[in-house]
């Protein structure tokens, strides 16, 4: 799963991906930076659960719409 949101007013982004490592586990990577391309910052987060990062990225969302952004993409990956 991938989310992306954009802040129209100061040009900044933020993406979200919630996916299962090598070995089953889970974590989030979190991506932001302005859209300028210039000092963006990566976090890999593990979770315990696919569903605690589905948590994680509800609260992730209510935090980056309170700040200005708004959400622009979803993707969604098949399961193998």
Same mark, same amino acid.
């Given at each position: 799963m991938l989310l992306h949101w954009r802040n129209k007013q100061n040009a900044r982004y933020y993406t979200v991906s919630l996916q299962q490592d090598l070995f089953g586990g889970w974590a989030l990577s979190l991506f932001w930076g302005s859209g300028e391309g210039k000092n963006?910052? *990566?976090?890999? @987060?593990?979770?315990?659960?696919?569903?605690?990062g589905l948590l994680a990225i509800r609260d992730i969302s209510a935090r980056r719409e309170a700040h200005g952004y708004?959400?622009?993409? *979803?993707?969604? @990956?098949?399961r193998r």
């Open positions: 963006g910052r *990566v976090v890999h @987060q593990p979770v315990a659960s696919e569903k605690d708004e959400l622009v993409d *979803v993707s969604f @990956q098949s």
